[in-house]
């Protein structure tokens, strides 16, 4: 499965140049915790969370060296481009949908903007993982007997039985075989384990 195929359409797009308060008020409204920040010239430019919407919201605590981070001008006068994440984790269209899962829950990102040519054309969020891997079994088997066409088209017919996401494929024998059409299986979202039996 490819990025295209899990993401959703952004829900917020914030401008650099759009006042915090503003901001804060779009993500509470939609429920979004992050959304990508556009530049001028409307390319990515940032992420930015709710948590960096609270930032200077609060004081120093008794004990806290009071730097310049405390001294910046009140919440209200700041813009999203003051507060925001410029170093984002970003994807394309054509990536494997299986490895940014993977690396999303191994870096406890949240969203991820999907890019083509510095554009923003949709996210994938912590919410298109769980719709992505919680998918029923005859979807599962369609896309594992699909993607083993496509990755590994020199296989003979195959035939796959999916329970709870759990995968039997049978209709070889060839042990590099099996470990091939093995690997490409356990990419499918939704995969929970694969086991191939052969000719059965």
Do not use: N, W
């Not at 901001?23 to 992420?47: E, K, N, W, Y």
């Not at 991820?112 to 599962?140: A, F, N, S």
């Not at 099996?178 to 939704?190: C, E, F, L, N, S």
């Not at 929970?192 to 059965?200: F, L, M, N, S």
């Amino acid at each position: 499965m490819l990025v295209a195929e899990m993401m959703s359409a952004p829900r917020v797009e914030l401008t650099e140049t759009m006042p915090v308060g503003e901001a804060a008020q779009m993500l509470s409204a939609t429920g979004c915790d992050g959304a990508p920040v556009t530049g001028a010239d409307g390319r990515l430019c940032g992420i930015i969370t709710q948590i960096d919407l609270l930032r200077d919201r609060f004081g120093p605590v008794a004990g806290d060296v009071i730097t310049s981070r405390h001294l910046v001008p009140p919440q209200e006068r700041l813009h999203v481009g003051d507060v925001m994440t410029d170093t984002v984790v970003t994807a394309e269209e054509s990536d494997d949908a299986h490895e940014l899962a993977h690396r999303m829950m191994e870096t406890r990102i949240r969203c991820v903007p999907v890019v083509r040519d510095g554009v923003v054309v949709g996210v994938v969020r912590r919410g298109d993982l769980l719709r992505t891997y919680l998918r029923p079994d005859r979807e599962i088997r369609r896309e594992v007997l699909d993607e083993i066409a496509r990755r590994s088209p020199e296989t003979g017919t195959l035939d796959a039985i999916v329970e709870d996401g759990s995968v039997t494929i049978t209709g070889t024998d060839d042990t590099a075989e099996r470990r091939r059409i093995g690997d490409v299986a356990a990419k499918v979202p939704g995969v929970r384990a694969v086991e191939i039996t052969g000719q059965g």
